[in-house]
């Protein structure tokens, strides 16, 4: 596949409307769902000491976590920040908080109550809180798409990798196809074991549901060529390919995107160049394959982080991830002479990330402490057990 191809099966931006300041709606992951409670107004005072006192009255047995990309005001009360496996992980080390408060997307939540105990309840402040890029596979389209390679008759030679950032359903499904979950740091290494699971020379590949993250993962890390990959578009026909198609595939690319990384493009890239002599451009791996290339480094958000902690003073960058996270890395690396800038002139929120705000959380915070659990967020035990499964041969990833 050439780039031109690769461009091509990219779906419009997101429109620029929907991400001004992130206070429009994303109708692909928003889930139409209302608070069921009575939401604080987003101009009361009191909100922050609200929180405060709820949280306090809550003590250990509460523990809020904080994605890298919610806002401030959120982030101020999480306990621990961090990425979303993370973020998981830390609750589960956590076995006295009864109430896990994710303040993330509800893939994440999922995760966070599969890798915890029975006895944590995990909590989403705000349930229309999806994710575009993981409701962009579902369980019955994913079902139709193993049909499609079996009938192709592959299915026994291809072993899925599923990008953490999937629904609970989508993780299953790869637990009970023998296939492992990956993060955007260990993407290389879910590849090369999943290679070696069968024949090397016809093994293949389905990678879910970030066709970005599978596609560089796969060209500039692995070695292989644009034309070992095709993409599978859950909404035309067969996927939209024919059956040699998918014989002569190494790597099967879910058609999914996130709407945030996916908006960077080429002329990003060269108009901060121009901006910004000497300056470095650092981006996330679920950015497009054209501007992966024409950046200077590429790694997953602790990657970013830890990249810009051991930067010279001095030193300029233009960052590709999600603007939350940026701001505040700028605000954080100024004082050393570090110059932080967004990658994209235009503002860039994740809008469903935004839905956590400090309304929301003071609502979660204060009806837990009144004793009232809301918008818990469970996983039934079967498709735990197949999820975790897949999360378990991650872990155990050379
Ligand atoms: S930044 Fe992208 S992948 Fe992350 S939650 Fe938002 S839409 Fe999903």
New binding site residues.
Partial sequence: MTTAQTQELDVQPTPLALLLLGREADPR?ERGVECPGELPSPSDPDLIERARAAKEKLGSKVFVLGHH?QRDEVIQFADVTGDSFKLARDAAARPEAEYIVFCG?HFMAESADILTSDDQKVVLPDLAAG????DMATAEQVAECWDVLTEAGIAEQVVPVSYM?SSADIKAFTGKHGGTICTSSNAKRALEWAFQQGEPSTTKVLFLPDQHLGRNTAVRDMGMTLEDCVVYNPHKPNGGLTQQQLRDAKMILWRGH????GRFNLDSVDEVRERIPGVNVLVHP?CRNEVVAAADYVGSTEYIIKTLEAAPAGSKWAIGT?LNLVRRLANRFAPEGKQVVFLDRTVCF?S??NRIDLPHLVWALESLAEGNLVNRIEVDQETEAFAKLALERMLALP
């Fill in positions: 992951s990309y997307v994710c575009s890029m993981a950032n996130c709407s945030v990384h679920e999600e994740c469903t990330m």
